[in-house]
């Protein structure tokens, strides 16, 4: 059975906890962190399984755990994810947006060969790139339209020098148009598939994103278009966003149970 570490309680971290209490695949959460104590206090009562709550992130993976999940925050990885592969452990990252640093993505990837060890990037909110990983290198052309309910883009960077007020839109309106590494500094903790996008494709700066903010939608859209000499894929994912996180659509929770679930379990694995 493998034993699990949790970074982050919030919406994702509590999902995937409950997910492993209810035993329907073999995991043992057994100890959890999140900078708020009460986040983490919070979280461990809804547990029948307790895991212990440690007193600093580092120790998670110093434990005997097998993998530590990452669901915080782009800090939380640039902080902990290093020593999380030094330690010996598998990582599972949530906020992908801190794999766009150059610097860190290499250091990290490298340290994955020195340490012989795995970082496991789940799909997130959108499908498809299993696809765009084996196009790759036939790949001309890769962009990402994601439309959201402007509650859901509430508090990024971007706004902070923007004319845009998300509380008097009318109608839809195009906040942002750039390229993934871009969109993923101004929006951290909103457009983590944009990240996922550029590192399965042809990069971040070559790929283009198109921000809409649209008061009449209840749901997190992404619209997906890659060509090349392989031929063209589209994909559209149209997403509930998480009663508990607005920013996060369900469909993330979802694969990141289904990358833990499949990581924790021997079996014949479907798909590229
Ligand atoms: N890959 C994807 O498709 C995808 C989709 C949605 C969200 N995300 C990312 O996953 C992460 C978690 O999302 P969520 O919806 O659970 O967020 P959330 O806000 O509900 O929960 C995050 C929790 O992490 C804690 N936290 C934040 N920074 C921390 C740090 N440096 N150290 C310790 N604890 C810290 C917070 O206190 C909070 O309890 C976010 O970074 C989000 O952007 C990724």
Same mark, same amino acid.
């Given at each position: 059975m493998k034993k699990v570490a949790l970074l982050g309680c919030g919406a994702i971290g509590t999902q995937i906890s409950l997910a492993i209490d209810s035993e329907k695949f073999p995991a043992k959460l057994t100890h959890v962190y999140d900078g708020s104590k009460d986040a983490s206090l919070r979280l461990v009562e809804k547990l029948k399984n307790k895991p212990v709550i440690v %007193? $600093?992130?580092?120790?998670l993976s110093s434990n005997q755990v097998d993998i530590v999940v990452e669901a915080a925050s782009q800090d939380a990885v640039k902080d902990v994810a290093l020593s999380v592969l030094q330690n010996k452990k598998d990582l599972m990252i949530m906020?992908? &947006?801190?794999?766009? @640093?150059e610097s860190i993505y290499e250091i990290l990837s490298e340290a994955c060969k020195d340490f012989q060890k795995t970082i496991y990037l789940p799909? &997130?909110?959108?499908?498809g790139l299993d696809g765009i990983k084996s196009v790759q290198n036939e790949l001309e052309n890769l962009s990402i339209t994601t439309r959201k309910h402007p509650r859901s883009l !509430?508090?990024? !960077? *971007? *706004? %902070? $020098?923007? @004319?845009?007020n998300l509380d008097s839109l009318e109608s839809e309106t195009v906040v942002f148009q750039g390229n993934a590494k871009e969109a993923v500094s101004l929006f951290p903790a909103n457009i983590n598939v944009a990240a996922l996008l550029s590192l399965s494709g042809i990069g971040s700066e070559q790929t283009k994103v198109k921000i809409v903010a649209d008061p009449n939608t209840d749901k997190n859209t992404h619209h997906i278009e890659a060509s090349g000499t392989f031929g063209k894929m589209t994909f559209t994912i149209e997403n509930y966003p998480d009663s508990n996180n607005p920013k996060t659509s369900r469909l993330a929770i979802l694969s990141a149970i289904e990358t833990l679930r499949k990581y924790c379990s021997n079996e014949i694995q479907i798909g590229t």
């Amino acid at each position: 059975m493998k034993k699990v570490a949790l970074l982050g309680c919030g919406a994702i971290g509590t999902q995937i906890s409950l997910a492993i209490d209810s035993e329907k695949f073999p995991a043992k959460l057994t100890h959890v962190y999140d900078g708020s104590k009460d986040a983490s206090l919070r979280l461990v009562e809804k547990l029948k399984n307790k895991p212990v709550i440690v %007193e $600093n992130p580092h120790l998670l993976s110093s434990n005997q755990v097998d993998i530590v999940v990452e669901a915080a925050s782009q800090d939380a990885v640039k902080d902990v994810a290093l020593s999380v592969l030094q330690n010996k452990k598998d990582l599972m990252i949530m906020s992908v &947006g801190a794999l766009l @640093d150059e610097s860190i993505y290499e250091i990290l990837s490298e340290a994955c060969k020195d340490f012989q060890k795995t970082i496991y990037l789940p799909s &997130g909110a959108i499908a498809g790139l299993d696809g765009i990983k084996s196009v790759q290198n036939e790949l001309e052309n890769l962009s990402i339209t994601t439309r959201k309910h402007p509650r859901s883009l !509430k508090g990024a !960077k *971007f *706004f %902070e $020098n923007s @004319d845009i007020n998300l509380d008097s839109l009318e109608s839809e309106t195009v906040v942002f148009q750039g390229n993934a590494k871009e969109a993923v500094s101004l929006f951290p903790a909103n457009i983590n598939v944009a990240a996922l996008l550029s590192l399965s494709g042809i990069g971040s700066e070559q790929t283009k994103v198109k921000i809409v903010a649209d008061p009449n939608t209840d749901k997190n859209t992404h619209h997906i278009e890659a060509s090349g000499t392989f031929g063209k894929m589209t994909f559209t994912i149209e997403n509930y966003p998480d009663s508990n996180n607005p920013k996060t659509s369900r469909l993330a929770i979802l694969s990141a149970i289904e990358t833990l679930r499949k990581y924790c379990s021997n079996e014949i694995q479907i798909g590229t």
